[in-house]
């Protein structure tokens, strides 16, 4: 995944020239430039304060880390933060409270050589969450060496206890498939995993009612190999068949190298489509859900500009507040002229090839 270098920046901290400056350069402010490579952000507000923290994994340096929101009048200096574990070749960071005590816990997901999940177990105290020796992390034993953990999704699947993790890898023995976490979820030798579906290279995982029919379904996208694509996991309901293999479901983009997805009723239709990144032939694709069942779906490309590098990351929202859906893409490997961060709008319909 990508590696940013000396900086973590998200695109909340972002401050536009204009309102509607779409070719403005924005400022971008630094959160922390203390270790190197830096593998994305989850966002969350783990002390209540109505403002988003950040966590990300230091993947070079070893190291996870949560930054504290220090209020709109010092967003633009750097952010409070601390390390809350050491976590070789850390590939992804999340937010949960695993243990149910009102603190937020980090759960770090380790790739190569590592291959565990770690959980950084939060202090209880408000007071102590930016102290590093109040942390405690520890690997979960059922995860350890079984394949390079890349993704991490915190999500109650089967109705009991707190929440469990859904998870999944690359490459060898790649799986997705999720943790059954016991009433005290501090007890990891109790922990459990249940493998639902073969991957090859997992680059995000999302919940959303795909089929219509009152229960959370999990979305895909598989980067690499025979199963690459966007594809949709069907919950079977039942406990004893959620621990087994879940139904799979094509949508769009079979045998194409797609990036991350976003969720979003990008055409205002009532219907959550799907929009992803794709490097083969250099395009995001904007997929049209047709109807609730989540079996008919049409994909429209839309151009990324020449002048950008290896697309990765994508999301929706309304950008400059007209009320239309924009887009927010991202590139790995953005070296000299190359842009690696820009937003697009669309001129007429979202269906459109071209966007502004």
């Not at 002390?47 to 709109?72: A, C, Q, R």
């Not at 199963?227 to 094509?250: A, C, D, F």
Request: hydrophobic fraction near 40%; charged fraction near 30%.
């Amino acid at each position: 995944m990508i590696k940013i270098l000396l900086s973590v920046f998200v695109f909340l901290v972002f401050i536009l020239d204009k309102a509607n400056g779409q070719d403005k350069v924005w400022n971008r402010h630094v959160v922390d430039s203390s270790y190197n490579g830096a593998d994305g952000v989850r966002l969350a507000d783990v002390n209540n304060d109505g403002l988003m923290d950040i966590t990300t994994g230091w993947e070079e340096s070893g190291y996870t880390k949560v930054y504290l929101h220090p209020g709109f009048k010092l967003v633009q200096e750097k952010w409070p933060s601390v390390i809350v574990g050491k976590t070789p070749y850390v590939e992804d960071a999340v937010f949960a409270d695993l243990d149910d005590d009102g603190a937020v816990d980090v759960i770090s997901s380790t790739e190569w050589k590592h291959k565990k999940i770690y959980v950084n177990w939060a202090p209880v105290k408000s007071k102590d969450y930016l102290d590093k020796t109040k942390w405690k992390t520890q690997s979960i034993p059922t995860s350890d060496g079984l394949m390079q953990w890349m993704y991490a999704y915190p999500a109650q699947i089967d109705g009991k206890n707190g929440l469990d993790i859904i998870a999944g890898g690359k490459h060898e023995n790649a799986q997705i498939g999720w943790f059954e976490i016991p009433k005290d979820a501090r007890c990891l030798n109790k922990w459990k995993w249940h493998s639902i579906s073969a991957v090859s290279w997992l680059m995000s995982i999302m919940m959303s009612d795909m089929d219509n029919d009152g229960d959370l379904d999990i979305l895909i996208s598989d980067r690499k190999g025979a199963l690459s694509g966007v594809r949709w996991l069907e919950n079977p309901e039942t406990i004893r068949k959620q621990k087994k293999e879940w139904k799979n479901h094509n949508i769009e983009n079979q045998g194409l190298e797609v990036m991350f997805l976003d969720l979003a009723d990008l055409d205002g239709d009532g219907l959550e489509d799907v929009i992803v990144t794709e490097a083969n032939k250099r395009k995001i694709w904007f997929i049209k859900r047709l109807d609730k069942s989540d079996l008919s779906w049409k994909s429209y490309p839309i151009d990324i500009p020449k002048y950008t590098s290896k697309p990765k990351s994508v999301v929706a929202g309304d950008v400059n507040g007209d009320g239309k859906s924009d887009l927010v893409h991202s590139f790995e490997k953005a070296e000299g002229n190359l842009e690696g961060i820009y937003w697009l709008s669309y001129k007429n319909l979202p269906t459109d090839v071209k966007w502004e």
